[in-house]
C-alpha cells in the first residue's frame, strides 16, 4: 500500500530563511508525487507535481521539490520564506496499482513565518 | 475558467439530522472526488467517480453517506443521519485525467454536527 509520511508537523522559520520541508513516500511502483498548499478556510491549491519526468521540480511561488528514489523522499523547498507562505503543506501520492487516480496525503505540515 | 464550486460553505447542524453538501466540477472535467478532511489531518477519498459511475467508493461509509453524479456532471454528498464523528471539511475535487491528472479543489464544505 502507499502511504506518505511528512516529518514533523510544525516548522517555523524567519523570513528570507529557507524553507524545507519533509516528505517520505512508500511505493511499490514509480510514484505521482504531489504538493498543495492549504491557506485557511480555503481548499487546496496544486504548488508542484512530479510525474517521472524531471527529478527537481520546479512550481509556483517560488518552490521546488527534488524527488530522490533512493531515499524515498520529495522534499519541498524554497530558498527564501516570505510572510505569504504561512500556511499548511500536504504532500501526496498517487498512481501505482491499485490506486489510480486516488491522491493519498501526508498529516500536513504547518509553516510559519516569523518577521 | 471558474474553479470548483461547493456549497455551502459552512453547515452546522444538530447530530441525527441529514445534511446535503453540492459540487459543480471544472468544466470538461470528467472524474469528481469527494475528500473528507478532519482536523489537523490531510484529506482522505470518500468517493471517486469517472463520468456517471462510481468508480472508488471503498472508503464511504454506506450505512449513512450517499452520493450521486447525475448527468456527470454536478454531484451531491448526502449524510443521514449525521453523526458527532462526521463533523469535518468535505472537499470536491475535479480532473481532467486519472493518475498523473492534476486533482482542482473547492473551498470545501466545513460541517459542525452538535
Known amino acids: 500500500a502507499q502511504s506518505v509520511t511528512q516529518l514533523g508537523s510544525h516548522v517555523s522559520v524567519s523570513e528570507g530563511a529557507l524553507v524545507l520541508l519533509r516528505c517520505n513516500y512508500s511505493?511499490?511502483?514509480?510514484?505521482?508525487l504531489f504538493w498543495y498548499v492549504q491557506y485557511p478556510n480555503q481548499g487546496l491549491q496544486l504548488l508542484l507535481k512530479y510525474t517521472s519526468a524531471a527529478t527537481l521540480v520546479k512550481g509556483i511561488n517560488g518552490f521546488e521539490a527534488e524527488f530522490k528514489k533512493s531515499e524515498t523522499s520529495f522534499h519541498l523547498t524554497k530558498p527564501s520564506a516570505h510572510m505569504s507562505d504561512a500556511a499548511e503543506y500536504f504532500c501526496a501520492v498517487s498512481g501505482g496499482s491499485g490506486n489510480t487516480g486516488k491522491l493519498i496525503f501526508g498529516q500536513g505540515t504547518t509553516l510559519q513565518v516569523k518577521p | 475558467e471558474a474553479g470548483v464550486v461547493q456549497s455551502p460553505r459552512y453547515k452546522i447542524i444538530e447530530k441525527k439530522q441529514p445534511v446535503a453538501f453540492w459540487c459543480n466540477p471544472i468544466s470538461g472535467h470528467n472524474t469528481l472526488y469527494w475528500y473528507r478532511q478532519n482536523l489537523g489531518q490531510g484529506p482522505e477519498l470518500l468517493i471517486r467517480?469517472?463520468?456517471?459511475?462510481?468508480?472508488?467508493d471503498s472508503q464511504l461509509p454506506k450505512d449513512r453517506f450517499s452520493a450521486e453524479r447525475l448527468k456527470g456532471v454536478d454531484s451531491t454528498l448526502k449524510i443521514q443521519p449525521a453523526e458527532l464523528g462526521d463533523s469535518a471539511v468535505y472537499l470536491c475535487a475535479s480532473s481532467a485525467a486519472q493518475v498523473a491528472g492534476t486533482q482542482y479543489f473547492g473551498p470545501g464544505t466545513r460541517l459542525l454536527v452538535l
Open positions: 467517480y469517472e463520468n456517471e459511475e462510481a468508480v472508488d
Open positions: 511505493s511499490s511502483v514509480p510514484p505521482y
